[in-house]
């Protein structure tokens, strides 16, 4: 039986005249909460920022019926959106953002968060794309955790799509995964030995006044503690939902592949592995990626036919293959997002950028 997928995306909101940001009022944001009636409960939620919202997917086993619930949600959004002047672009950071401090969602929970850490929250301008994966229990769920740490760099730069922030060019493929970093718990999650110490380092983590909840362990991997998956963030959101669907099958087979036949202990340290996951951050698909178990550079490439050559059983028993093989052989002709982006700012900056991931958000 094929493992269950789930797919989050959080999108931001602009100005139908002005292209810049668009924080909603509460009516606007119940205008767009009312498309749940249309699609099921929850499918749509508004998000940290004002200017953001979020749509998520059912639980999904068929890449096809995934992508079916993302195209119609996004299209449904688009329509809804453009009523109220606004439309929704699947970017990863904004190309340029005001000078006041960002505009929060009125929620006691954001709240809470904007108080705690302030200079965080004001300029929180980051959108992910998240996959939960079916885990039965919790003891499968940290050998996932476990086996998915040197996985989540590559990851990383396969779904790179964020070069710019405040109207420039970053030099980073992924600056959300820059920004991301800055808060409390980040990055690579720890190896645990097993779920008693896995729930001990939560317990800790949580005890010690540094994050609200525990929906603000920000690892690049999680356990979810809404559903009985693995919650995979390592990606920024996507361009076109048919990109959002290869990741989250190729992910599907990742967690399939390391709870099946992981592959050897990795022997990175902790350091090598949140060096791995910076420099994907800054190269995405172009140039070379740290291996973190061996400590070798080779090109992101061949990093992307190791993933696949690890994973191919999987995709093939969950009938992925061919999907995965096209995705990916567009991605490295074509580039990530972030190329993309940056492609269509040579023709036009902010505007051109925007327009560009507007004609793409249906797709």
Request: proline share 5%; with cysteine.
């Amino acid at each position: 039986m094929k493992r269950t997928l789930g797919i989050e995306e959080e999108f931001f909101l602009f100005d139908a005249r002005s292209y810049q940001l668009a924080p909603l009022d509460s009516e606007r944001a119940e205008q767009l909460l009312r498309l749940n009636a249309q699609v099921h409960p929850g499918n749509v939620q508004t998000e940290f920022l004002a200017a953001q919202i979020e749509i998520a997917t059912a639980v999904c086993v068929e890449a096809g019926q995934a992508l079916d619930a993302l195209r119609a949600t996004r299209q449904l959004l688009l329509t809804r959106a453009r009523e109220l002047g606004v439309f929704p672009a699947a970017i990863g950071t904004p190309p340029a953002l005001p000078e006041d401090p960002a505009q929060i969602t009125d929620a006691s929970r954001y709240a809470q968060v904007q108080q705690l850490v302030p200079g965080l929250a004001d300029e929180h301008y980051i959108s992910g794309m998240h996959i939960h994966i079916g885990v039965p229990d919790l003891e499968t769920g940290v050998r996932a955790l476990n086996g998915l740490r040197p996985w989540l760099p590559v990851l990383t730069a396969l779904s790179s799509n964020s070069p710019f922030w405040r109207g420039q060019d970053t030099g980073f493929s992924s600056w959300r995964t820059i920004q991301y970093r800055r808060w409390s718990i980040n990055g690579i999650p720890p190896h645990f030995d097993d779920v008693a110490s896995y729930q001990q380092h939560k317990e800790i983590l949580l005890s010690s006044e540094s994050l609200p909840d525990a929906g603000h362990i920000g690892w690049s991997a999680r356990l979810s503690e809404k559903f009985p998956t693995v919650e995979i963030r390592s990606s920024d959101v996507q361009t076109t939902s048919a990109e959002a669907v290869a990741l989250a099958v190729l992910m599907r087979a990742l967690v399939d592949t390391v709870l099946q036949r992981p592959a050897p202990e990795c022997q990175g340290s902790s350091e090598l592995l949140q060096l791995a996951l910076w420099q994907a951050a800054r190269s995405g698909l172009q140039g070379n990626l740290l291996d973190p178990c061996t400590g070798v550079n080779a090109a992101a490439s061949i990093h992307v036919r190791q993933l696949l050559d690890y994973v191919a059983s999987a995709l093939r028993s969950n009938d992925d293959e061919e999907l995965i093989e096209q995705a990916v052989e567009k991605w490295l002709r074509n580039g990530t997002g972030a190329q993309r982006q940056r492609s269509a700012w040579h023709t036009g900056g902010s505007r051109a950028l925007l327009d560009s991931a507007l004609a793409h958000f249906a797709d």
